[in-house]
C-alpha cells in the first residue's frame, strides 16, 4: 500500500495520518493476541477467596478493556461457588481495574487532568487513542488516579539533605468556586441566604460565598544565604537583577487540600519536616503571612512535635501593608510613597519593630490633616497589623538576613497559583469536592516530580485493593504454567 502510485504522491501530513489511525490499529491487534495467548495458556488452579470459601466451578469468562489502542476482549477461567462473588486469577496476573478503561488510559487521564478541563480532555483521549470517553468518565478516572496519594507520602522513603541546610515549611490558603452542596457548612448557609442581586452577574459580595479554601503547604531544603538590608531593598526596587551566588530551593515537595482542614494540611507539612530530619539537626523555619489561625496551628504543631522552630512574617506581606498606609498619605502609588515605603522597610529589615513603624506611620498621618476617611481606616488597618504583638515578633528581620535565613514566601505562592489558580480558577468552572480534590493530588505530583514514582505506587496499590485483598492470605494463584528453562549455548 506504501509503495502504491497513490501513496507515494500524498503528501506528509496525510501520511502520518493515516499511519497513526493503522499503527494503532496494528498494535490492537498485537494486544489481542498477546491476550488470546495468555487465555489459551491458563491452567485450572485450587482457587480460595479471602472468605475462606474455596470456588469449586470453573467456566469461561470474558471481559472488554479499553485501552490506548483501542478496545479489547480478555478472555479467562472464573471461579464460582454458590454466595460468593466469582474471582478470575488471570485479572490478578493482568492487574486489571475493575471499571472498563485500562491503567494506560487512566494515567493519560490523569495527566491530562492535571493541566486541561475536563472537556479538553475528553478530546485529547479521542485524538490520541480514537476513543471516546465521557467528561464523568474523566472526573471518575482522575479520582481513582489520585486516591493513594498520602499513603504514597507516607510510606515514600524520607530523603535525607544536607545537615547544614535549612529546613522550611510554609503554608498558605487559596480560594476555589464550588458547587453550593460541597461549600463548607457556614459559606453554604451564607449562600443560600443571600439574593442576587442582579439577573446577569454576581456582585462582589455574592462572590465571597462561592469559594471553599484550599490550604496550600510546602516544604523544601535551601543553603543558608546571608544577606544586608541593601541587597534585600535593591532587589526589591530592581526585580530584573537575580543574584546568580543565591541558592535555589532542593527537595521541594508542594501539595493543597481544599478537602482537609487547614490544620490536617499543616500537620502534614510538619510530619513531613519530621521524615527528613527526625534527629532535630537542622534548623526549621516556618514562613507565613500572620494569619491568626495559621499561626496557632504552626505553633501547636511545632509544640506537639517536640521542635523549636524559627516563624518568620513574609516580608512581601508586610510590604503591602506599608504600601497600603503609603498610598493613603500620598494619594496613591507615586515615587514619593516608593520613597517612603523604602525608608519603612529599611527600619524593620535593620531592627526597628513593627510597633515602632505603626508609630512612625502614625505620625505622619497627624501632619495631615486633609486626610479622608478611607485613608484613615487605611492607615488604621496598616498600623494593626504591624503593631500587631503575635506578628511583631516574627518580623525580626535583621537577625533572619544575619542567619541567612528566607524572609520572603515566594515558593509558597508561587505554588498558590501554580498548583491551585492556574488550573482551578478557570472562567465558569464551579467544581465538585473530590473532583477538585483528585486535580489539586494530581497538579501536586507533577509540581513536585513525584508522578512517575507515585504512579509505580499506585500499580502496586492497586493489585492489593483489587485482586490481593480477595484471595485467602493475600496469594494470587498463578494461572500460567511455569516458564520454559532457557537454553544457554556453550562453545
Request: charged share 35%.
Amino acid at each position: 500500500m506504501l509503495t502504491s502510485d497513490d501513496m507515494v504522491r500524498k503528501e506528509h501530513s496525510e501520511l502520518e495520518e493515516m499511519l497513526h489511525a493503522q499503527g494503532r490499529e496494528w498494535a490492537r491487534l498485537m494486544l489481542e493476541e498477546n491476550l488470546r495467548l495468555r487465555a489459551q495458556l491458563e491452567q485450572r488452579r485450587a482457587v480460595t477467596g479471602a472468605d475462606g470459601v474455596e470456588r469449586t466451578t470453573v467456566r469461561d469468562s470474558d471481559r472488554h478493556l479499553e485501552t490506548l489502542v483501542g478496545r479489547v476482549p480478555v478472555d479467562r477461567l472464573a471461579y464460582r461457588e454458590p454466595g460468593s462473588e466469582d474471582l478470575h486469577p488471570m485479572d490478578a496476573s493482568l492487574n486489571l481495574p475493575r471499571e472498563t478503561y485500562s491503567h494506560g488510559m487512566r494515567r493519560l487521564v490523569a495527566k491530562e487532568a492535571a493541566k486541561s478541563s475536563f472537556d479538553e480532555v475528553v478530546e485529547t483521549v479521542r485524538d490520541f487513542t480514537g476513543t471516546t470517553v465521557g467528561k464523568r468518565q474523566v472526573e471518575e478516572m482522575a479520582i481513582r488516579a489520585a486516591q493513594d496519594f498520602d499513603a504514597f507520602y507516607e510510606h515514600r522513603a524520607a530523603s535525607r539533605d544536607h545537615a547544614e541546610d535549612l529546613l522550611i515549611i510554609s503554608t498558605d490558603g487559596k480560594g476555589i468556586v464550588m458547587r453550593n452542596e460541597d461549600l463548607r457548612e457556614g459559606t453554604r448557609l451564607k449562600a443560600e441566604q443571600s439574593a442576587h442581586k442582579l439577573s446577569t452577574r454576581l456582585t462582589p459580595g455574592e462572590k465571597a460565598n462561592r469559594k471553599r479554601m484550599a490550604q496550600v503547604a510546602t516544604v523544601y531544603s535551601i543553603a543558608p544565604f546571608v544577606r544586608s538590608p541593601s541587597d534585600i531593598l535593591h532587589s526589591l526596587r530592581d526585580a530584573t537583577e537575580v543574584n546568580t551566588k543565591r541558592p535555589r530551593p532542593t527537595e521541594k515537595r508542594v501539595w493543597a487540600s481544599v478537602e482537609k482542614s487547614s490544620r490536617s494540611v499543616i500537620r502534614e507539612a510538619f510530619e513531613e519536616a519530621d521524615r527528613r530530619d527526625p534527629d532535630r539537626k537542622r534548623r526549621w523555619v516556618v514562613l507565613v503571612d500572620g494569619e491568626k489561625n495559621q499561626l496557632r496551628a504552626v505553633k501547636a504543631e511545632a509544640k506537639r512535635l517536640g521542635v523549636e522552630v524559627t516563624i518568620i512574617a513574609d516580608v512581601i506581606h508586610v510590604l503591602e501593608y506599608l504600601w497600603a498606609a503609603a498610598r493613603a498619605l500620598f494619594d496613591g502609588s507615586n515615587a514619593k510613597a516608593e520613597k517612603w515605603v523604602a525608608d519603612r522597610l529599611q527600619a524593620l529589615l535593620t531592627g526597628k519593630s513593627g510597633g515602632d513603624v505603626a508609630k512612625t506611620i502614625r505620625w505622619w498621618e497627624s501632619r495631615d490633616g486633609a486626610l479622608s476617611e478611607a485613608a484613615h481606616k487605611a492607615i488604621a488597618k496598616s498600623c494593626t497589623y504591624l503593631a500587631d504583638r503575635t506578628r511583631t515578633r516574627l518580623m525580626r528581620y535583621d537577625a533572619a538576613l544575619r542567619d541567612g535565613l528566607p524572609i520572603a514566601t515566594g515558593v509558597i505562592e508561587g505554588a498558590c497559583r501554580h498548583v491551585v489558580k492556574d488550573r482551578m480558577d478557570r472562567t465558569g468552572a464551579r467544581w465538585s469536592l473530590t473532583g477538585a480534590e483528585a486535580v489539586l493530588r494530581l497538579r501536586a505530583l507533577r509540581a513536585s516530580k513525584d508522578f512517575d514514582a507515585y504512579w509505580v505506587f499506585h500499580l502496586e496499590q492497586e493489585k492489593l485493593r483489587n485482586h490481593a485483598s480477595r484471595y485467602e492470605e493475600g496469594v494470587i494463584p498463578e494461572p500460567l504454567p511455569p516458564p520454559k528453562p532457557r537454553l544457554r549455548m556453550v562453545k
